[in-house]
């Protein structure tokens, strides 16, 4: 594999980054990776870059100002 981007990989390739970059955290499930995994799925559907995401998520954290799409953990 080349890299990371969406033009370097296939989609299968994509599930296997973000699978393994989240720990396979589906097997035991906390209620909060299936969220994360979902944070995701644009990457693995080829739309946005982990890059992007990874801003967007963290801007709320910088701005203080909730992201959309963007759920806390349920505890």
Not at 29 to 51: F, H, N, T, V, W
């Amino acid at each position: 594999m080349a890299g990371y981007l969406i033009k370097d990989t296939t989609r299968e390739e994509r599930e296997q980054i973000v699978a393994e970059s989240l720990g396979y955290m589906e097997a035991n499930c906390d209620g909060c990776s299936s969220g994360l995994a979902e944070m995701y799925q644009a990457y693995i559907d080829g739309e946005k870059e982990l890059r992007d995401i990874n801003m967007e998520f963290h801007a709320g954290y910088v701005s203080g100002e909730e992201v959309p799409g963007r759920r806390s953990c349920p505890m």
